[in-house]
Structure formats: C-alpha cells, structure tokens
C-alpha cells in the first residue's frame, strides 16, 4: 500500500465520534490517564482524564484534518474511524496537559485544572496494583509525554511502530522517531498496562485534609467579613478612613513594630556564646558574614520581611506564619553569596533568608522556615545561597568539620568540603536541581559527639537522614555500610516529602524475607519504613518499600501521611504486595515489624501465618483482584496493613 493511501482521510460526523467514545470511555480514560504527566498527582490526574475524554467531541461533521484517522488500512491496524479520532484528540490533550505554564503564552485548556468533573471534599485514585506496577509506573514517570504516548499505543492499543509514528504525528508530535526511540529505553511491561493500578474508572476515595479544609472554611469567612466591612467603610462620607481615622497607616507607627525593624535594634550573639550555654541551637549562633554593619542593606531586608512588595518572590513551608517580626530578631549572617547580598534572621519560631542581587534590589527573595525546637543536630546548618544547580550552607559554630558524600555511592567515602572564614561552604550539587537522580550529595557535619547527614530538599532548613528503629534512629555515619547500601536505593524516593517542612527522615529495616524459589543471600528482600517527620509536628508521611536484588531502587508498596505509623509514637508496621518470582509464578509476599506475630491475607489471595511475621502465599493465575491484609500483635490487637 502507498504512503499516499494510507495518508487518506475519512469523514467522522459528531454521531460516530459519540458512538465510538461511549461504547470506548474506560479505554480512552485509561489511555490519558496513562499519558497525562505524573506530576500532577493522583487525583488531579484522574479528573484529567475524564474531563480530557469528555472534551474530546468534534462540534461539527470533519473531513479529517483535525486528527481523524486514514479510511484504507492495513488489517492489523484496523479500527473504527470514530474511535481512532476521538483517541488522536485525547492523547492531543493529554500531551498538551504536559507542557509547562509560560508567562508570555496563553494556556491551553488541557494545562489548567478541570471545570468538569468536580469531587468536593473526596480525593479519588484508583486501586494500588503491586511492586511490578508501581515500578512501571516510575519508569514511565521518567519519560517525556510523547514517549509514554508511543508506550502506551504500543503495549496497550497493540499498534506497530509505523502506526504509532502516524497516530503521534496526528496528535501534533514534532518528533515522532525520537519518541518512540525514548520509549525503548524501558523494558516491556506492556501486560500491566491493563492493571487496576492505571483504570481510572475503578476508583477508591479518601477524604481531604479535614482539618486545613476547617481553616480554609474560617479563613474564607473572615476574608468575606473584611470586605463587607471594608467597603462599608469606603462608603462613609469623607472618603472611609480619613486622616483622623483609627487605623495607622499601611506602615505602622506602631513604636514596637517600628524599634523591630530598626537594624540598630537587631539581637547580635557573642562568638562564643554557643560554648557556655545550656542549649546549642539557632539562639546562640553568631551574627557573621562581611555585611554585619551594612545598616542600608539590613534596614531594607527588615522593611521587606514586614511588608513584601509585588515583585518580591516570597515563600514560607507548611505551617510557617510568613509574618512580621513581633519583636527585634536575632541576626544570624550577612554578607554577599555567589552573586547576592543575603541576610539570615532567626526570632526563635522561624529563620527568615533575604536576598537581593548584588547590582540592585530588582528580583528579591524573602523565605520563611519554621525551626522551633531545634536542637544541635537539626541546627548545624541553615541553606545560605541556592543557583540552579548548586546549593551552599551556613555551618553552626560548633561544627567542627564539613564533608559530601553521594547516597548513592554507599561504599564511596566522603570528600571535604571548604568553608570560609564566616561558616560558608563551596558550592555543592543540590538534589533538588533536575536530573535523572543518578547521584545525590549529602551534607555530613561533625561536631563534638557525632557527625551528622543532612540533605537540601529544597528549603532553608536541611533534613537530617537517620536510620533505625523508631526508639534510637542513628546517624548514618555510625549505623555502617548496611544502612548505608539501603538509603543509596531510598534516596531517589525523597522528592515524595520535598516542600513539605521535613525536619528529618528516617529509614528502618523492620524485616527481612527469604524470596520463594531462590536460596542464599541474594534471594533475601528488605522491607523498609522511611518515615519524614516535619518541624510542624502533623503531616508527617511513612512509605513501606521492597528492596528485593538486585533492583537499584525499592519499590513503595503503600504510603500514608497523617499516621503515626513507623515513629516513636507507634513503632510497628504491616505491609504487603505482590513479587514475582524469576520463574514467572506471581507471590503475595507481607511482613510485619518484630511486634506482629501472626499475618493474614484474603480476598482474591488466602492464606495466613501464625507465630511469624512474614507471609509468602502463591498466587493462582494472573493477580488483579484485591486483597485484604492483616496481622495481630504481641497483646491480640489487630492490626491492619499501611495503605
């Protein structure tokens, strides 16, 4: 057949477009929730997909031009011309939905959130499928949205390659060779396309966040209140608010408010106050840096903190208050970072950065992190300067030597790293900066009694990394190669807890597993808790992983945030998924903490253990259906797998 017949068109009127993606809905839905970008988390994604297919309509009987698929086709590649033109216009959305927002371009519809459907106080995903799905799901994270498109038409549409070069091209793919040359690059799973852990038609619902949404609520009240107030006031007589009116003005003459942003005003600590206090945390930190007596250069950053302008790019993590200083604060730094001006306050609930270029104050930066009851491992060091890739750290004065070491390079040893004279470290790689994790810096910091591990997450407070049970978590420079060897196949699932106010995390090997059907060690998994606490106290998260060999990173079988699972409050976990064996046969495999004593699982798997904690049940045929996991403790009490 020639290219010419196969480039024919055929018309597809509104009726067979309608037809086609009724009778094909759970299809189509699956195949935009597939492509559409992971980023956008579970539940937006699911909404996507829904709202991406219902959108997918033409107004109007088309000729073709607008994705409708060729009239004359080979027989392998046969389908309906309905179908295939309503499939083109999803996948089209759906890959729009990827591109990044630009200030100078309007958005498409496809990248702003979906008018319909809507889910008030529900947060909806579909069910979790097992390690080989959660893995896939990983990979297919990693690629770029026209390659999950061409793997997805491939594995779960069952198109050949020309083929699916034509259908990515319909759907506005410049480069179709490429994507599907970037496909190749994971291995063929295509059978787990069709997994519950990608239908987003079969759906389970949580709620919301109760309690922010209670706030939320609150907060809309008072906002609702001050208008209502505010424009009573606007339509007094004499303009509102008059020059003998109550209120000061929008810049305070408030004495106190204003002795806080007086640079004269600012706490400055003796050097060696740390040495003879009872407490090393951020109150006895030093004021230093080449800046200290810059009062134009601090009087600015004390005016921006109480009252940022438009232009000033603020941010705080979560449960930071982002408000004026209540009193004069404590200076920690000041002096020129790369190519910045940056100030470092601390006023004992939050340490505040101010930064602004060196050749003027267009661009400044103000951030906000909560640091109450610090300590002297989780005050050893504060983030001073960040570029695009590259991160530096304003050490405690107790730190008595720096080094990096790269997580994932466990039997690598550290290399020194340089400070000035001020505390200030050489640039290091942050993990924060885009890459394909294939190396992760870490900050070790050694002061009178140990020496610490601290990571950038992407704020101003690093996380400190621990490992161990939940009672005595040790530094991970005491804790040996073996807690090392398990953090190099953790420390790529650390993005999951960035931009949430972590204050440490932790990782504990509560059990290990003979696999069925191998022998010696190289058939032994580890189940692992890594728990991120925050320096808020709520929103912590725990993630239950399999580190099965010889697999590079460990596959999160559940997650759950707002549980004390996996801390010091409850040191004990349940958890489960599915393994398959290299012969092909499919294991249901769980363990427990040394706490449990006796597993159990039903539903589409039957089986149970008593007097041990680790459970391997076969799995008849192709697994899919649900299960229910549970397990009792030393006392009787349930207890029930993390979800």
Same mark, same amino acid.
Request: hydrophobic share 40%; with cysteine.
């Given at each position: 057949m020639s290219t010419q017949e196969l480039a024919t068109p055929c018309p597809v009127d509104v009726d067979q477009a309608e037809a086609a993606l009724v009778e094909h809905y759970p299809r189509l839905v699956r195949i935009a929730y597939l492509v559409l970008p992971p980023a956008l988390g579970?539940? =937006? +994604? /699911? *909404?996507? !997909?829904?709202? &991406?297919?219902?959108?997918?309509?033409?107004?109007?009987?088309?000729?073709?031009?607008?994705?409708?698929?060729?009239?004359?086709?080979?027989?392998?590649d046969a389908v309906d011309p309905g179908y295939a033109y309503v499939r083109v216009r999803v996948l089209r959305q759906a890959l729009e939905a990827a591109l990044p927002l630009k200030r100078k371009a309007w958005p498409k519809r496809a990248q702003l959130p979906p008018l319909l459907p809507q889910v008030w106080g529900l947060r909806l995903?579909?069910?979790?499928?097992?390690?080989?799905?959660?893995?896939?799901?990983q990979r297919l994270s990693a690629l770029s949205g026209p390659a999950r498109a061409a793997y997805v038409l491939r594995g779960l549409e069952r198109q050949g390659d020309?083929?699916? =070069? +034509? /259908? *990515?091209? !319909?759907?506005? &793919?410049?480069?179709?060779?490429?994507?599907?040359?970037?496909?190749?690059?994971?291995?063929?799973?295509?059978?787990?396309?069709?997994?519950?852990?990608?239908?987003?038609?079969?759906?389970?619902?949580?709620?919301?966040?109760?309690?922010?949404?209670?706030?939320?609520?609150?907060?809309?009240?008072?906002?609702?209140?001050?208008?209502?107030?505010?424009?009573?006031?606007?339509?007094?007589?004499?303009?509102?608010?008059?020059?003998?009116?109550?209120?000061?003005p929008s810049y305070a003459r408030n004495p106190v408010s204003e002795a806080a942003l007086d640079p004269v005003n600012l706490r400055r600590v003796a050097p060696a106050a740390w040495q003879r206090?009872?407490?090393?945390?951020?109150?006895?930190?030093?004021?230093?840096?080449?800046?200290?007596?810059?009062?134009?250069?601090?009087?600015?950053?004390?005016?921006?903190?109480?009252?940022p302008g438009a232009t000033v790019q603020a941010s705080a993590t979560p449960g930071t208050p982002p408000g004026p200083p209540m009193g004069p604060p404590q200076l920690l730094f000041a002096g020129e970072v790369d190519q910045a001006r940056v100030v470092l306050f601390h006023d004992g609930l939050r340490a505040v950065r101010y930064a602004e270029p060196k050749d003027?104050?267009?661009?400044?930066?103000?951030?906000?992190?909560?640091t109450d009851g610090a300590d002297t491992a989780s005050a050893a060091a504060l983030v001073v300067g960040r570029t695009h890739a590259n991160v530096r750290y304003l050490t405690a004065p107790w730190v008595r030597e720096v080094s990096a070491r790269d997580l994932l390079q466990p039997l690598a040893g550290a290399r020194p790293v340089e400070r000035d004279a001020h505390g200030v470290t050489s640039p290091l790689l942050s993990p924060v900066a885009p890459s394909q994790c294939r190396e992760w810096d870490v900050l070790e910091v050694r002061d009178g009694s140990a020496t610490r591990t601290l990571t950038d997450l992407g704020e101003?407070?690093?996380?400190?990394?621990?490992?161990?049970?939940?009672?005595?978590?040790?530094?991970?420079?005491?804790?040996?190669?073996t807690a090392r060897a398990?953090?190099?196949?953790?420390?790529?699932?650390?993005?999951?807890?960035?931009?949430?106010?972590?204050?440490?995390v932790n990782s504990w090997r509560f059990a290990e597993q003979e696999l069925p059907g191998a022998t010696g060690t190289a058939g032994t998994a580890a189940w692992l808790c890594t728990r991120a606490e925050t320096w808020r106290g709520t929103g912590g998260m725990a993630l239950a992983q399999f580190q099965a060999p010889p697999a590079r990173a460990g596959a999160v079988v559940a997650k759950a945030e707002e549980s004390p699972v996996c801390g010091a409050r409850e040191p004990r976990v349940?958890?489960?998924?599915?393994?398959?064996?290299?012969?092909?046969?499919?294991?249901?495999?769980?363990?427990?903490?040394?706490?449990?004593?006796?597993?159990?699982?039903?539903?589409?798997?039957?089986?149970?253990?008593?007097?041990?904690?680790?459970?391997?049940?076969?799995?008849?045929?192709?697994?899919?259906?649900?299960?229910?996991?549970?397990?009792?403790?030393?006392?009787?009490?349930?207890?029930?797998?993390?979800?």
């Open positions: 579970r539940n =937006r +994604r /699911v *909404l996507t !997909a829904h709202s &991406v297919v219902q959108r997918s309509l033409p107004r109007r009987r088309t000729t073709g031009d607008d994705g409708a698929m060729p009239g004359q086709r080979r027989p392998e995903f579909p069910r979790a499928g097992g390690a080989d799905e959660l893995a896939l799901d020309a083929e699916v =070069r +034509r /259908v *990515l091209a !319909a759907a506005g &793919v410049e480069d179709p060779k490429a994507a599907l040359a970037e496909a190749d690059s994971i291995e063929t799973m295509h059978a787990l396309l069709e997994s519950p852990e990608f239908d987003p038609c079969s759906l389970q619902a949580r709620p919301t966040d109760l309690m922010r949404r209670r706030q939320h609520g609150k907060a809309a009240l008072a906002a609702l209140a001050a208008a209502v107030v505010c424009g009573a006031l606007l339509g007094l007589p004499g303009g509102g608010w008059g020059p003998d009116g109550a209120a000061a206090s009872a407490r090393t945390d951020f109150s006895v930190w030093p004021a230093r840096g080449g800046l200290v007596d810059d009062r134009a250069l601090l009087r600015r950053a004390l005016a921006v903190w109480a009252r003027g104050t267009a661009g400044a930066v103000l951030d906000f992190a909560r101003l407070a690093p996380a400190r990394l621990t490992s161990g049970p939940p009672s005595t978590p040790a530094d991970l420079t005491g804790a040996g190669v398990e953090w190099a196949r953790t420390a790529c699932l650390l993005p999951m807890v960035r931009a949430k106010g972590v204050r440490s349940l958890a489960g998924g599915l393994w398959q064996a290299p012969g092909g046969q499919w294991y249901m495999l769980a363990a427990g903490s040394p706490q449990v004593t006796s597993v159990a699982v039903s539903g589409g798997v039957t089986g149970g253990v008593d007097g041990g904690r680790l459970l391997a049940v076969p799995v008849p045929g192709k697994p899919g259906k649900q299960v229910e996991l549970t397990g009792r403790l030393e006392d009787g009490t349930k207890i029930s797998s993390l979800r």
